[in-house]
């Protein structure tokens, strides 16, 4: 359990000293993510899969996609639901349109194989 309130800096190169009374528990890695109003969670890699394999199990249907996430991705009323093999990706109808346009273009003035050895 984290208890507490400390202040730490970060150095030049963007790394911060966690308090030593965490660091035995944070020992198997972290993951840094995005938190509410703008602060950063920091899960021990334990905590992190248990929560992922919790939504994993729940039964999803709608979520609902914050503001801020909103706003990052332009995302207004129309979206298009990518499945990326580890990964879904959210985008907004118009900027999928414009991408996939872009990257069809590219992909068949492509002179080399697509997969080497496979296509």
Not at 58 to 78: E, F, H, K, M, S
Not at 83 to 97: F, P
């Amino acid at each position: 359990m984290f208890l507490g309130t400390h202040a730490p800096r970060l150095d030049e190169k963007g790394r911060l000293f966690l308090p030593a009374k965490y660091r035995d528990e944070l020992s198997g890695g972290v993951v840094i993510t995005k938190g509410q109003e703008r602060c950063l969670y920091v899960f021990p890699n334990d905590e992190f899969a248990r929560i992922t394999e919790a939504l994993r199990a729940a039964p999803v249907g709608r979520i609902t996609v914050p503001p801020a996430l909103r706003t990052y991705a332009g995302l207004q009323r129309d979206c298009v639901v990518i499945g990326a093999n580890t990964r879904l990706e959210i985008w907004d109808a118009q900027a999928w349109e414009t991408y996939l346009a872009a990257q069809e273009d590219s992909f068949s003035e492509a002179a080399e194989e697509v997969l080497p050895g496979i296509l």
